[in-house]
């Protein structure tokens, strides 16, 4: 695959890494001393363009991006107020995929953030608060994983209806707290606080390897794809084969999972599991499911093991 580098910084050397180590090829490196490369030949020889950059210019590179035909990967976090914009031109055939956070541990851990919040909608003495961490370098605040996680707390707590960063915060608002330290590549924490405890979930990125990797999976899954895409495409869709969708043998690991997916991350080693809710008043007896639709009830989680 022919890749196009939008924003050589830090991350853009640690998705070339990555996309090397998988085989594929960078044809062009654009950033801000290079804008005319938009317009070169190698550029527009690309499959696809993987874009981390500022929010201040991130559209402006989409759109050069859609005008030479390039579908684009972006992990630029702080625009979306333009995103109706890019849904216009993804109906008018260009391809689009946007994540708030490429990682897989990142993509688990919203997983967890929405079950958790699930439970907690039956606790109302809990009140609920997000912090974000970061390296002084990014711009925008808070960052887009954080307000994923706000809008995943706020469809399962019926209390919560908004996030804020102001204080003091609505009773029906979600307070998130942005920091900027260091070099630090990121770190999230949700907490529920009460008066006799505190529950938290933390996720802290250690470099920016998870993060490259995710983008590259994403750009080798864009190819070939129209419209505006996302990980729930990667994470939900890439059971399916071509024909149908193929149903999951009961305790067994799925072996025929489609190359450049998500099964690239887990080493094609994934066994569906299905827990009785509060398994059995916490006893965590789990029983395998049949089916892979199944993974969108609140009841069924994701197990991973090593092929046997």
Known sequence: MKIA?????????AIEEAALSRGHE?????????????????????DVAIEFTAPSVAVDNYRRA???????????????????????????GQTFFYASNFSLGVNIFFAVNKYLAGIMNHFPQY??????????????HPSGTAITLAEDIIGQLDAKHSWSENMPVADDSIHITARR???????????YDSAVDTIRITHEAKNRKGFALGAVVAAEFTVGKKGVLTMQEITYNRYESND????IQSGRTIETCEKNSLDTFLHR??????????????????????TYRHLSHPIYSVGVVENQ
């Open 5 to 13: 580098l939008i924003g050589y910084g830090k991350m853009g050397h």
């Open 26 to 46: 960078i044809v062009c490196r654009i950033d801000k001393d290079n804008q005319e490369d938009f317009d070169s030949v190698s550029f527009k020889s690309a």
């Open 66 to 92: 859609f005008a030479a035909g390039v579908p684009v990967v972006s992990g630029t976090t702080g625009w979306l107020e333009h995103l109706p914009e890019i849904r216009e031109a993804c109906e008018k």
């Open 127 to 140: 009140s609920v608060e997000i912090e974000e961490i970061h390296h002084i370098h990014k711009l925008d």
């Open 181 to 191: 330290e260091g070099e630090i590549p990121g770190t999230h924490t949700v907490a």
């Open 244 to 247: 149908n969708q193929r149903q």
């Open 269 to 290: 080693s994934f066994v569906i599991y299905r827990v009785d809710y509060l398994a059995k008043q916490l006893l965590c007896i789990v029983r395998p499911v049949a």
